[in-house]
């Protein structure tokens, strides 16, 4: 028997609400926040996946009074104003139901409870099965044998099926009755009064004797209770209008059809683009081209047998540029084994076999890869120059990458695979690596993989790379990048290849001095939580934590949903003063995190010789700054003394020192700079604290007048421009009004005026020209300031405001690794560059230099840079990462 169509409802703006909540402080590079977009995108596909519907309808509230406001002035009139970090995210997700083809409707005066009730109520006339999901149990009405609600309990995974039985087990009443129940009992987060004195339990009992507030009223005499009888005579009228007010209108004028909302085939392209943008790149995954089916294309690919390898090499050297490739046996390639190599050599494609002859093809080849031959190009070439010197050879050729090219070209891509280049610049299809090889538990490696395969493969990387330089050259020097790729990005990659094949060494014995530490305090804190809690429980749980803090011992919460109240990190750091078991539970989280995330998560990385070897990407963020990956080394928390004890971990070898050199303050320069702001110049110019001056001159005090908090407040709002910070977010950090943050923010713009008309003219710029530039010429499109939507508009601006600032202290960072390590080449190598967190450099010196070699890098960053202000760089010297900072 066919099964009834299946007609998904969703509200959207309750389910983005609850994503909101529930995911914390997920943001892009940028600092845009993106929290919202992901849960709501993550319940949106689970849905997809298990309901399989026929019909899909999002249905959105507007920001208009509706209906019910005319009816009722304070019709939730106690709800707080949407977070600006929120309003953003609504115009995203609208964008990507669109890509999807997936129909949302949002209807002046009236809310989204009622363009899905008045939906289902058709669909049930029609025989069609509604599956309503919401995080709002007002849907409960709405329930029949035709519809159900897929109620968002708890965060975005806990998700409860009601259905008529479910409502009939909790509440003892028929779904209908419900709105009965609410006009009896209110709802105070709608701010619908109901009567006074009547909770739940009243109201479900009144209606099970009565069934409906008329037949209450008509038998009022029956009311059991004086005080109930008069409540409910007092507040008749009241009783009505909440009725009136929580029953959702199921009978709106809505002109689409049900064959509206069958969903059409996705924007795969848009998709990816808007994911890409967002930094969703496991979900740009989905709708990657390589999803779709292509013809593959085969080349003509010869194999070269180790006797003919040195002619090759002479023939090679005589070109003027040719493509190549080195292939490793792991998907890590810092830690594979060479086995084949490729070149281009006039039009043909060349592929030579390692297995048992990296001698030979050293013996061959050292002259090739030492500069005695053609321009090399090749498709994410650190890769090539990490396996080559695994045979010993040392990469000092000249060189061109082409992925590079493309990153600067269009530096919000998910992923960069030679399969997509090749449709763009050739049209052609040919095997990614992905496809050749495939993903996780089924990977295979090259020499697993049919020979045909391999051959294609090999045959297609090198023709696409060989076509796509002089394409993506033409690119790069038409949007004036030239000297960006050629001076920064370009050779930054060797520099990346060096620091990956060196690695940084780490002290085991700490590292197991820490688990241990970590695991008795870990252990103390549990029982301590214990023991102000009067019995054990999950400390893990938020339901149970929720329930311990908040119903047994009575703490205030911070935020109340319709599932419970908020155990997050926010709320409980506003509690801190409330009762002693706060900061127990906050250290508790803290030290599980740094065990399972850096101590325990550390370990599978060491390699033999003891040294740790993260892969640095160059092309994962759109400002520019690098990443880094297996293990990520930029992310170990600095904010805290427990995980600043991780930095002990990774020491230098036996007879030698790190030296730390450290930008200070280099986005306020940098802003300052391209500001052009008199009062921040002179401040910086003059050698004052930056934070201190600030808060001086919104306050209108001396500096030496400025309190610590005064300075920590100025510090916020210092950084916080350059990431376009709302009032929200001001007071969010500071723990201070909204009211308060914003005259802060408004005294900071008073008092450097050239930076407000800075974040004015930048905008305007990136509206007319469709993009943003860093002083060095990086670019990056803002394709959401010409957006009909507000809110995506809001997304562009603050991609505007904050792209030139970081992008360009990023740049510099980059401009400062380049000639650190071109300085300690030059040196012979005896002292190498380890490590770049973000604004930092650690190099590994020998004990007797780390003085002078301080020195050095301090005067090369310094100088490294035309800004207007001079950059500063704070120089350290210790045996471990801990002590050298």
Not at 432 to 460: H, T
Request: some cysteine; overall charge negative.
């Amino acid at each position: 028997m066919a099964r009834n169509k299946r007609f998904l409802m969703i509200d959207g703006s309750s389910l983005l609400f609850r994503a909101f909540y529930a995911i914390r402080d997920l943001r892009t590079q940028d600092g845009v926040y993106t929290n919202g977009v992901y849960g709501f995108m993550t319940m949106f596909w689970k849905a997809m996946e298990e309901i399989h519907p026929d019909y899909v309808l999002v249905a959105f509230d507007r920001s208009e009074p509706t209906f019910r406001s005319q009816i009722y002035a304070e019709y939730k009139g106690t709800r707080q104003a949407m977070p600006p970090e929120l309003g953003p995210q609504f115009g995203m997700v609208k964008d990507i139901l669109r890509a999807l083809s997936i129909k949302t409707i949002d209807k002046e005066g009236y809310e989204a409870d009622d363009i899905i009730g008045t939906m289902s109520k058709r669909a049930e006339k029609e025989g069609v099965e509604s599956i309503l999901l919401t995080g709002d149990r007002d849907y409960f009405q709405l329930v029949s044998d035709l519809t159900t609600v897929h109620y968002t309990k708890r965060g975005i995974s806990q998700v409860e099926e009601v259905d008529p039985q479910y409502i009939m087990e909790k509440y003892q009443v028929s779904p209908p009755a419900l709105i009965e129940i609410k006009g009896l009992q209110g709802d105070s987060s709608d701010n619908i009064p109901g009567v006074p004195g009547v909770g739940e339990k009243t109201a479900i009992k009144l209606v099970k004797e009565f069934s409906t507030i008329e037949k209450i009223y008509e038998n009022i005499d029956q009311v059991s209770g004086k005080k109930l009888r008069e409540n409910l005579l007092d507040n008749k009228d009241q009783a009505f209008l909440s009725r009136q007010l929580g029953e959702i209108f199921r009978d709106m004028p809505l002109e689409e059809n049900r064959e509206d909302f069958r969903p059409g085939d996705p924007d795969r392209e848009e998709l990816v683009e808007i994911f890409s943008r967002l930094e969703f790149r496991t979900f740009a995954d989905r709708y990657s081209l390589d999803d779709k089916k292509r013809e593959i294309l085969s080349f003509s690919t010869k194999e070269i047998a180790p006797p003919a390898w040195p002619g090759l090499a002479k023939k090679l050297a005589k070109l003027e540029k040719t493509s190549f490739a080195i292939l490793g046996d792991g998907e890590n390639y810092i830690h594979a084994k060479p086995v084949y190599a490729c070149f281009q050599c006039g039009q043909e494609a060349l592929l030579l076999d390692l297995d048992g002859r990296e001698e030979a093809f050293r013996e061959s080849f050292s002259p090739l890869f030492s500069g005695e031959g053609p321009l090399l190009l090749a498709y994410d070439i650190k890769e090539s120059m990490v396996l080559l010197k695994k045979m010993g050879l040392d990469f000092t050729a000249d060189y061109r990458d082409i992925m590079l090219m493309e990153y600067l070209l269009d530096p919000t891509r998910s992923s960069y695979e030679i399969d997509n280049l090749a449709q763009r610049i050739s049209g052609i299809s040919i095997l990614s690596r992905r496809n050749l090889l495939g993903k996780g538990a089924k990977r295979k490696e090259f020499n697993q993989i049919p020979r045909q395969d391999l051959m294609d493969y090999v045959g297609g990387l090198l023709r696409v790379v060989m076509e796509g330089e002089d394409k993506l050259w033409a690119e790069i020097k038409e949007m004036k990048m030239d000297r960006l790729y050629l001076e920064i990005e370009n050779p930054l990659a060797q520099v990346l290849a060096h620091m990956e094949i060196t690695g940084v060494a780490v002290d085991k014995a700490k590292l197991d001095a820490l688990d241990k530490e970590y695991s008795h305090r870990l252990k103390e804190m549990e029982e301590e939580i214990y023991d102000y809690a009067g019995r054990t429980f999950n400390i893990n749980s938020s339901q149970q934590l929720s329930d311990l803090l908040f119903v047994d011992l009575g703490l205030p919460p911070g935020k109340k949903t319709k599932t419970g109240y908020s155990t997050a990190k926010d709320v409980l750091e506003g509690l801190v003063d409330a009762h002693p078991i706060i900061p127990a539970i906050l250290e508790y989280r803290m030290l599980s995190k740094l065990m399972s995330t850096y101590v325990d998560g550390f370990r599978p990385y060491i390699d033999p010789d003891g040294r740790v070897r993260s892969q640095f990407k160059q092309n994962v963020a759109a400002t520019g700054r690098l990443s880094s990956t297996e293990p990520n080394l930029q992310n170990i928390p600095v904010r805290t003394e427990e995980g600043r004890k991780l930095r002990a971990v990774f020491v230098a070898e036996e007879g030698e020192l790190l030296v730390d050199a450290d930008y200070s303050q280099i986005e306020l320069r940098v802003l300052a700079s391209l500001s052009g702001d008199p009062t921040m110049i002179r401040s910086f110019k003059e050698g004052h604290d930056i934070h201190t001056k600030t808060a001086s001159e919104i306050l209108g005090k001396d500096p030496d007048q400025v309190t610590a908090n005064e300075r920590s407040s100025a510090k916020a709002v210092n950084f916080g421009i350059i990431y376009g910070i709302s009032d929200y977010g001001l007071s969010q950090n500071l723990g201070i009004s909204r009211q308060a943050a914003k005259e802060y923010i408004d005294g900071y713009k008073a008092t450097y005026p050239e930076i407000q008309n800075y974040m004015t003219n930048i905008v305007e710029e990136a509206k007319e020209k469709g993009y943003v530039e860093t002083h060095y010429g990086r670019r990056r499109t803002v394709p959401e300031l010409a957006s009909s939507n507000f809110n995506v508009r809001s997304f562009g601006e603050r991609i505007a405001l904050n792209t030139p600032i970081q992008g360009t202290a990023a740049d510099i960072i980059k401009l400062a690794m380049i000639k650190v390590d071109r300085a300690l080449q030059d040196d012979g190598g005896k002292a190498r560059l380890v490590l770049q967190i973000h604004d930092e450099l650690i190099v590994e010196v020998e004990e007797s230099q780390a003085e002078t070699m301080a020195k050095k890098i301090k005067k090369i960053m310094e100088e490294v840079s035309d800004l207007a202000v001079n950059l500063l760089a704070d120089t350290n010297i210790g045996k471990s990462w801990y002590e050298a900072k």
